[in-house]
């Protein structure tokens, strides 16, 4: 695609539930972020993908927190048993191999996701 | 936690000022990157300094690094009112990591 592609972009779900957002890169693209933006808030790290490397999860913040990546493509952030703090925007980014390799992140358009 | 800190959180100018955004960082860095965002979603890469250098412009903008006080300036010249938006430094910590860190931010406004 032409772009870093998210859905849904709106997510509206009870506490207690699970969601999963999807991210998919700009093909070719080996690096893949996770970041969480809360209203008025500046970007925290989730987890970052490198190809093959096992995935840097420092950022999550709790174990109701996984990401899972297919080889290079398709990313799912989960989070299980939702709770009101967890709403926020949730970000997705690729950046490319070799000297690029996370030197320019391109950015999808977010998951607003809501928890009631 | 963050490792980048932005000034002011908030700047409001008029149009054909210049705007000047602060970020300072707390550990070593490979380079900084300054990311632009509209209306709270996507953001959009502007420019990137590595540790070696100094000073870099791209059209408009001119970013300053300066490492002995972990701390870069993003200068925006001449400024428009479709700069209005959010201006977030991001660090990449020295070492084999592509890890990026965030700042809080500076939102901007432009009045026309």
């Known amino acids: 695609g032409a772009g870093v592609s998210q859905s849904p972009s709106n997510k509206v779900t009870e506490k207690g539930k699970d969601v999963e957002l999807r991210c998919d890169p700009i093909?070719?693209?080996?690096?893949l972020y996770w970041y969480r933006q809360r209203l008025g808030q500046g970007l925290e790290f989730l987890i970052y993908?490198?190809?093959?490397?096992?995935?840097?999860k420092s950022g999550l913040p709790s174990d109701r927190f996984s990401a899972e990546r297919t080889g290079e493509s398709v990313s799912t952030l989960t989070i299980q048993r939702t709770q009101q703090e967890d709403s926020a925007v949730y970000l997705c980014?690729?950046?490319?191999?070799?000297?690029?390799?996370?030197?320019?992140?391109?950015f999808g358009s977010g998951t607003q996701l809501s928890v009631l | 936690s963050q490792q980048g800190e932005e000034d002011p959180q908030a700047l409001s100018i008029q149009e054909g000022e210049n705007a000047t955004m602060n970020c300072s960082y707390k550990?070593?860095?490979?380079?900084l990157q300054w990311y632009r965002q509209n209306s709270g979603r996507g953001l959009v890469h502007l420019i990137l300094?590595?540790?070696?250098?100094r000073e870099k412009h791209s059209g408009r903008l001119r970013v300053t690094l300066d490492t002995s006080k972990k701390s870069s300036s993003l200068l925006i010249t001449a400024s428009r009112a479709a700069d209005t938006a959010s201006y977030f430094c991001?660090?990449?910590?020295?070492?084999?990591?592509?890890?990026?860190?965030f700042g809080q931010g500076t939102t901007l406004q432009v009045k026309p």
């Open positions: 980014a690729s950046s490319p191999p070799g000297q690029g390799w996370g030197e320019k992140l391109f």
């Open positions: 093909s070719g693209h080996t690096a």
């Open positions: 993908f490198q190809g093959n490397s096992a995935p840097d």
């Open positions: 550990t070593s860095i490979n380079n």
């Open positions: 300094i590595r540790s070696n250098e």
């Open positions: 991001a660090t990449r910590g020295s070492g084999n990591t592509g890890k990026l860190i």
